[in-house]
T-cell receptor, first 112, second 117 residues
């Protein structure tokens, strides 16, 4: 089955700086890679996603890059704000089913 | 749009009892719903895939007789934790995938916190 690894597990940045979170996956058949933001005690919220036929996608301060050959993808948040503080999860899907397999999560803290 | 609800949001029960959690897609139809378990400060672990009108598919290591899943309609899936024990205490979250769409996006419910005494 799919195995998704995520790094770092915790990340602290100063407000205004950039944050980068990286994930690797094992199943070369995976073709859909969403990123979710989860605040404490709340549901995960989709913030951006990318499909395997695209190398990069950007939405305002958030961008995701995908390297299919290396089987890794990254989340980039620029001009971070305190409200970006949360746990971020990457996921991989599509290798034979609709299931999402999540990374272990990154706790991001943006210091004002 | 694409709202998923869960009920109850919190439940406390005695060891040995069964607990039913409902997951509903409120404004769309979902042929597939997913059940996850999340321990504090940990990731979402996929437990099973619930398909409308057919048996659920369980992930390796998840006991199907322990976690009963029923997906009776295109808007409702239920998870029943049978004979619950303290180790079953966790945050259970469902998600739903919309019918007839090319998107792979899953929409998550708000979760149910189960505490077994």
């Amino acid at each position: 089955g799919e195995n998704v690894e995520q790094h770092p597990s915790t990340l602290s940045v100063q407000e205004g700086d950039s944050a980068v979170i990286k994930c690797t996956y094992s199943d070369s058949a995976s073709n859909y890679f969403p990123w979710y933001k989860q605040e404490l005690g709340k549901r995960p919220q989709l913030i951006i996603d990318i499909r395997s036929n695209v190398g990069e996608k950007k939405d305002q301060r958030i961008a995701v890059t995908l390297n299919k050959t290396a089987k890794h993808f990254s989340l980039h948040i620029t001009e971070t704000q305190p409200e970006d503080s949360a746990v971020y999860f990457c996921a991989a899907s599509g290798g034979g089913g609709n299931q999402f397999y999540f990374g272990t999560g990154t706790s991001l803290t943006v210091i004002p | 749009g694409a709202v998923v609800s869960q009920h109850p949001s919190r439940v406390i029960c005695k060891s040995g009892t069964s607990v039913k959690i409902e997951c509903r897609s409120l404004d769309f139809q979902a042929t597939t719903m997913f059940w996850y378990r999340q321990f504090p400060k940990q990731s979402l672990m996929l437990m099973a895939t619930s398909n409308e009108g057919s048996k659920a598919t369980y992930e390796q290591g998840v006991e199907k007789d322990k976690f009963l899943i029923n997906h009776a309609s295109l808007t409702l899936s239920t998870l029943t934790v049978t004979s619950a024990h303290p180790e079953d205490s966790s945050f259970y979250i469902c998600s739903a995938r919309e019918v007839d769409t090319s998107t792979d996006t899953q929409y998550f419910g708000p979760g149910t916190r189960l505490t077994v005494l």
